[in-house]
């Protein structure tokens, strides 16, 4: 199953939501977002600096995982930026495909 890292922000509003619930909460309903689709979270961390949040879920498919950051983006207290994580063994595979690439002005 493809592995994604989530990085969420929050805003102001979702900030506020957090000091008030605790993180126990926010982890409860990242756990329960991702099994929805049929995913597992991995791990889920508080953070500093650009993101607020950090989480690791397998989520069956690409579609999927947008669905998760539309419905987080859509309730207007968080946006997310989700990033397709390979394994070592998918990096070998590309690394031996061939790919034909012209770079601009060559």
């Not at 982890?27 to 995913?39: D, H």
């Not at 600096?49 to 859509?74: E, K, M, N, R, Y």
Request: charged share 20%.
């Amino acid at each position: 199953m493809p592995k994604y890292l989530v990085a969420v922000s929050y805003t102001a509003e979702g900030a506020r939501g957090v000091a008030q619930e605790g993180g126990s909460g926010r982890l409860a309903a990242a756990r329960a977002l991702v099994e929805s689709v049929g995913g597992t979270l991995e791990s889920f961390h508080f953070a500093f600096g650009d993101a607020d949040v950090l989480a690791i879920a397998d989520i069956p498919t690409a579609s999927d995982a947008a669905a998760l950051a539309l419905a987080v983006g859509s309730s207007g207290a968080a946006t997310v930026r989700t990033t397709v994580l390979l394994t070592v063994e998918e990096m070998d595979e590309a690394a031996g495909r061939a790919a034909s690439y012209r770079a601009p002005g060559t």
